[in-house]
Nanobody, 124 residues
Framework: QVQLVESGGGLVQAGGSLRLNCAAS????????MGWFRQAPGKEREFVAA????????KYADPVKGRFTIIRDNAKNTVYLQMNSLKPEDTAVYYC?????????????????WGQGTQVTVSS
């Protein structure tokens, strides 16, 4: 049983920063690609960022390019999402997810395990 636990969400003003953390257990972390997704009220879950098992390949959704950075530390079994220059439209529940390493995917249905999510709220 794979466990993913997110933390680091909160309330910030527009233009501020947050760092989200996802800690993995019961997993050979270095064998998994990792992703971040988000879901706002009334909207479908959408891709945010992903990183390969080695950390050598990253992908970002267009709305967050240049503002968000995905980082992994395989020694700590942790993946991070550094969010800068936050906008009110970034408000959502953010989820981390894992996928057995193959390709770095933007599709949520290609991820096998999900955390419970952490709320990010950006005020104007």
């Amino acid at each position: 049983q794979v466990q993913l636990v997110e933390s680091g969400g909160g309330l910030v003003q527009a233009g501020g920063s947050l760092r989200l953390n996802c800690a993995a257990s019961r997993i050979t972390f270095s064998n998994y690609n990792m992703g971040w997704f988000r879901q706002a009220p009334g909207k479908e879950r959408e891709f945010v960022a992903a990183i390969s098992s080695s950390g050598g390949t990253t992908k970002y959704a267009d709305p967050v390019k240049g503002r968000f950075t995905i980082i992994r530390d395989n020694a700590k079994n942790t993946v991070y999402l550094q969010m800068n220059s936050l906008k009110p439209e970034d408000t959502a529940v953010y989820y981390c997810a894992s996928r057995r390493a193959f390709v770095v995917s933007r599709s949520s249905d290609q991820y096998d395990y999900w955390g419970q999510g952490t709320q990010v709220t950006v005020s104007s």
